[in-house]
């Protein structure tokens, strides 16, 4: 099956510095790229779809100017969070449906990014 | 819209007892329905699916059975071991939903030996 690496595992950083996450999908092209945002103890926040040569497709109430979306190539998705401040803290994990839209193939997930603000 | 309701946790039992997590959904299409655990401090891996009613997912002793007439796919393993420890989603995705997939909240499940 497809495998994702995501890339940092864990960052921790200044507030105001910017920090970039990378995704890449490493069995097949992946068209579609999914951002997720996960707090403690709860469930995954969809935050946009990231569209290879496109741009991204945010959910509401995301802002597109803060989480920056590039999916330039067909195995890698980043996720920049702009100007981190502290409740930009957060697991963030990258997902690639291996069927493109085909609803019956599951998401395969990249093993999150632990950012921590300070 | 599409909805997936998972029964809260968290969830503690002894090793080698039986485990239910409740799941239901509603959906505006035929959705396929999913299982996915998440380890601590990893990302979530996929447990079994089923992509059709009636259709039986099963993997590491884990089943759940696609009911379209309770909008049911309730997670069940026969005996828990310590190692089975972690957060349970279930989730559904459909044709009219562009790829994206609907995700519960999640139950913790912690097995003690």
């Known amino acids: 099956g497809a495998v994702v690496s995501q890339h940092p595992s864990w960052v921790i950083c200044k507030s105001g510095t910017s920090v970039k996450i990378e995704c890449r999908s490493l069995?097949?092209?992946?068209?579609?790229m999914f951002w997720y945002r996960q707090f403690p103890k709860q469930s995954l926040m969809l935050m946009a779809t990231?569209?290879?040569?496109?741009?991204?497709?945010?959910e509401q109430g995301v802002e597109k100017d803060k989480f920056l979306i590039n999916h330039a190539s067909l195995t890698l998705s980043t996720l920049t969070v702009t100007s981190a401040h502290p409740e930009d803290s957060s697991f963030y994990i990258c997902?690639?449906?291996?069927?493109?839209?085909?609803?019956?193939?599951?998401?395969?997930f990249g093993d999150g990014t632990r950012l921590s603000i300070l | 819209g599409n909805s997936v309701t998972q029964m809260e946790g968290p969830v503690t039992l002894s090793e080698e007892a039986f485990l239910t997590i409740n799941c239901t959904y509603t959906?505006?299409?035929?959705?396929?329905l999913f299982w996915y655990v998440q380890y601590p401090g990893e990302g979530l891996q996929l447990l079994l699916k089923a992509t059709k009613a009636d259709d039986k997912g099963s993997n590491k002793g884990f089943e759940a059975t696609y009911r379209k007439e309770t909008t049911s796919f309730h997670l069940e393993k026969g005996s828990v071991q310590v190692s089975d420890s972690a957060v349970y989603f279930c989730a559904l995705s459909d044709n009219t939903n562009a790829g994206k997939s609907t995700f519960g909240d999640g139950t913790t499940l912690t097995v003690k030996p």
């Open positions: 959906a505006t299409g035929y959705p396929s």
């Open positions: 997902s690639v449906n291996q069927g493109a839209l085909d609803s019956n193939q599951p998401q395969h």
């Open positions: 069995d097949f092209q992946a068209t579609t």
């Open positions: 990231s569209n290879e040569g496109s741009k991204a497709t945010y």
